[in-house]
């Protein structure tokens, strides 16, 4: 059944059907359901908050069976013309020196028969402002580098892609931070990282690696290399760490207590959602 509703005319019925069934029942259904607020997966949440969360794992459930999420094509970014302050916001990084593929990276490219390949990098600026991609840091300036979520297999660093609206988000309350670079990601993310270092002109310090869910764990996993490496070309680690939704430990905790995915499950926006999406689509989407 999923796969014809893939194609039409099942595809724009059942799509009519899922906006009416929204719209007239569980939107209205989610908000009385959250007017008490013992009710809510936290009690402090908001009804909005409440109702937003729901609201994404309802259209993440449509999209498993109708893949109306297109995620871009990472491959496909032309190279652009960094003179120019009118070409896009997306370029190319060059790949990483076979001279820094070096102890732990040497032994996980060697066992994934992976060699460094250039990946498209996107720069998203705040409203309103006008730097030129690449431009050296203002004085004091601190930027934030995202890796996209998506469980290592799906989704894109590109701005149009759902993670972008993290981005978005952080560039419009973060007063500090005028724009974020994020980038594709394969090999490792350590490429992209001295790019912000030694082409663009960040200091280490003033760089915030920020991940969701499987792109946490990458960022989690650069700091560790680039902490225990000091020594190995590499620029020093970044200032600080935003992990959402970090996916750090799925496995059995030592404790014997259950997994905090599976205990955070029905609160977790990001994360465990993805995966519990795929096990409980039809009871979790009420
Ligand atoms: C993505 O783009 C590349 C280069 O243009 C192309 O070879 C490839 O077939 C595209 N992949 C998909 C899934 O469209
Ligand atoms: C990243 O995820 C993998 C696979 O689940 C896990 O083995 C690894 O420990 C995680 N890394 C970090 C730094 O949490």
Not at 158 to 170: E, F, N, Q, T
């Amino acid at each position: 059944m999923p796969r014809l509703l893939r194609h039409q005319p099942l595809k724009g019925l059942y799509l009519t059907f899922q906006l009416f069934s929204a719209v007239l029942v569980r939107i209205p259904l989610w908000i009385v359901l959250a007017i008490p607020a013992s009710w809510r997966p936290r009690a402090q949440w908001s009804i909005k908050r409440v109702v937003t969360l729901k609201l994404l794992r309802f259209i993440l459930a449509i999209d498993k069976n109708t893949g109306i999420i297109k995620t871009p094509n990472h491959t496909a970014i032309t190279p652009v013309d960094q003179a120019d302050p009118h070409s896009p916001t997306a370029l190319w990084i060059t790949p990483i020196s076979d001279k820094l593929i070096r102890d732990e990276l040497a032994i996980w490219a060697a066992a994934a028969a992976i060699s460094p390949v250039q990946i498209p990098g996107y720069w998203l600026n705040k409203k309103g402002s006008h730097i030129v991609m690449s431009a050296p840091p203002m004085p004091g300036e601190k930027v934030i580098y995202s890796l996209h979520g998506g469980g290592f297999c799906a989704l894109s660093a590109h701005p149009s892609d759902p993670p972008g609206v993290i981005a978005r988000g952080l560039l419009q309350h973060v007063d500090s931070v005028q724009r974020i670079f994020s980038s594709e990601y394969r090999l490792t993310s350590t490429d992209r990282y001295i790019y912000l270092v030694k082409t663009v002109g960040f200091d280490p310090q003033d760089i915030i690696v920020e991940g969701d869910s499987a792109g946490a764990n990458l960022s989690l996993a650069l700091t560790r290399y680039l902490v225990e490496h000091p020594n190995s070309g590499f620029p020093a680690p970044p200032g600080a760490l935003i992990l959402l939704s970090p996916w750090a430990n799925l496995g059995k905790p030592i404790s014997g207590d259950r997994p905090s995915w599976i205990n955070n499950a029905y609160c977790d926006y990001i994360g465990s959602m993805l995966i519990l999406i795929n096990i409980l689509t039809p009871l979790r989407l009420m």
